[in-house]
C-alpha cells in the first residue's frame, strides 16, 4: 500500500502533510500541486516544475554549443530575415 499517515485540517482548511509524506513525493514550500476529486477521494499530484526538470531531469538528448548556437542563429535568420 506504500506510505501511509495522517494529516490535520487547520483553520480556513489549511491541510498539514505530514513530513514523511512530502519529502516521499518531493512537495517543499513553493511546490505547484493538482487537486481533484475521484469517487469521493482527493487525489494531490505535484506538478513538476519545468525548470527543475530542465536542471536535474532526466537527459534525453545531448547536443554542443556549436550545434545550440548554429540551430539558435537559423531560428534568428528566420525571424529577423538575415540582418547583418
Do not use: C, H
Not at 19 to 39: D, H, P, T, Y
Not at 57 to 83: C, H, I, M, N, Y
Request: no cysteine.
Amino acid at each position: 500500500m506504500g506510505l501511509v499517515a495522517k494529516a490535520r485540517v487547520g483553520r480556513k482548511n489549511m491541510l498539514y502533510i505530514p513530513k514523511s509524506i512530502a519529502e516521499a513525493v518531493g512537495i517543499r514550500e513553493g511546490v505547484v500541486v493538482r487537486l481533484r476529486v475521484r469517487g469521493g477521494k482527493v487525489i494531490m499530484e505535484v506538478i513538476p516544475d519545468p525548470f527543475e526538470l530542465a536542471l536535474r531531469g532526466p537527459k534525453f538528448a545531448r547536443t554542443s554549443f556549436e550545434e545550440f548556437e548554429r540551430e539558435s542563429e537559423e531560428v534568428q535568420d528566420e525571424l529577423f530575415g538575415g540582418e547583418d
